[in-house]
């Protein structure tokens, strides 16, 4: 239950740090959204009444001795200052994937309702006594790797394509089935980036198979499928799926990637 005086005390104009990068605030991406990034005409994030989300999706064990596995689906209000940011009272849970094991492939059938409700959200609601109209918007999601791969279906390491980031595409050796293969290779090529636009016809692509052997090749020479999260106009698989700080730095993710980039 939202704490509803509480919330509206929170949320603040936010003011851009002098130190760089510090909080969501300062990144491009909540200045690309203080307008709205399809027309660039209309507040978006500028105007206090609209709030900006942050999906979370991780799998875990709910039970000691026991290989089972269950995720909860979460959304975090970016809105609030950091330190109030992810306390429970303000975490939605917005789902619950149950186990035995974690589904293979993708989970678009689990969050087809969040992104439902997501379009209404960007589209507006009436939900103030006064009548005026709240927004929202997804900003992002933050997980680990296996798990924003499910969700945006991004192929994995395993793929020739395996990079969500670019488009380079590395044969992998014989010798190295259930290994990153010739990885020092792969991170010395700099590839194109992946696009929105280019990700978005791919995975139309995708979901437009008539055959399984046609959606395999696709998927293949694409490094993509089908993502539900492809059905939000604004949203941007490439640039707004985010690797969470406790893989990304506190487990030495970017320090090992630096170091056979070298």
């Given at each position: 239950m939202f704490h509803k005086k509480e919330f509206r005390d929170l949320v603040l104009s936010p003011h851009e740090s002098t130190l760089g990068i510090q909080d969501v605030y300062d990144a491009d991406m909540w200045k690309t959204f203080l307008f709205?990034?399809?027309?660039?005409?209309?507040?978006?994030?500028?105007?206090?009444?609209?709030?900006?989300?942050?999906?979370?999706?991780?799998?875990?064990?709910?039970?000691?001795?026991?290989?089972y596995k269950v995720s909860a689906v979460m959304l975090t209000i970016l809105n609030l200052?950091?330190?109030?940011?992810?306390?429970?009272?303000?975490?939605?849970?917005?789902?619950?994937?149950?186990?035995?094991?974690?589904?293979?492939?993708?989970?678009?059938?689990?969050?087809?309702?969040?992104?439902?409700?997501?379009?209404?959200?960007?589209?507006?609601?009436?939900?103030?006594?006064?009548?005026?109209?709240?927004?929202?918007?997804?900003?992002?999601?933050?997980?680990?790797?296996?798990?924003?791969?499910?969700?945006?279906?991004?192929?994995?390491h395993k793929a020739n394509m395996g990079c969500s980031r670019c488009t380079f595409s590395a044969e992998r050796e014989a010798s190295s089935k259930g290994s990153t293969g010739n990885m020092?290779?792969?991170?010395?090529?700099?590839a194109p980036s992946r696009t929105k636009d280019q990700v978005l016809q791919q995975g139309t692509e995708f979901c437009q198979a008539k055959t399984k052997a046609e959606s395999l090749e696709i998927q293949k020479r694409n490094g993509v499928?089908?993502?539900?999260?492809?059905?939000?106009?604004?949203?941007?698989?490439?640039?707004?799926?985010?690797?969470?700080?406790?893989?990304?730095?506190?487990?030495?993710?970017?320090?090992?990637?630096?170091?056979?980039?070298?």
């Amino acid at each position: 239950m939202f704490h509803k005086k509480e919330f509206r005390d929170l949320v603040l104009s936010p003011h851009e740090s002098t130190l760089g990068i510090q909080d969501v605030y300062d990144a491009d991406m909540w200045k690309t959204f203080l307008f709205n990034p399809l027309d660039n005409t209309e507040a978006f994030l500028s105007d206090p009444k609209n709030i900006a989300l942050l999906l979370n999706i991780d799998w875990f064990k709910p039970y000691k001795r026991s290989e089972y596995k269950v995720s909860a689906v979460m959304l975090t209000i970016l809105n609030l200052p950091r330190e109030e940011r992810f306390k429970d009272k303000w975490t939605m849970i917005v789902g619950i994937i149950p186990g035995p094991t974690e589904p293979k492939g993708n989970i678009n059938t689990y969050i087809k309702p969040l992104i439902d409700d997501l379009l209404s959200l960007w589209g507006g609601l009436s939900l103030h006594p006064d009548g005026s109209i709240i927004k929202a918007c997804l900003l992002g999601i933050s997980a680990d790797v296996p798990a924003l791969r499910k969700a945006t279906q991004f192929l994995g390491h395993k793929a020739n394509m395996g990079c969500s980031r670019c488009t380079f595409s590395a044969e992998r050796e014989a010798s190295s089935k259930g290994s990153t293969g010739n990885m020092s290779y792969y991170t010395k090529i700099m590839a194109p980036s992946r696009t929105k636009d280019q990700v978005l016809q791919q995975g139309t692509e995708f979901c437009q198979a008539k055959t399984k052997a046609e959606s395999l090749e696709i998927q293949k020479r694409n490094g993509v499928r089908y993502s539900e999260l492809l059905r939000l106009p604004y949203y941007d698989l490439v640039r707004m799926s985010i690797t969470d700080p406790m893989h990304t730095i506190w487990l030495g993710m970017v320090r090992n990637e630096l170091k056979l980039c070298i």
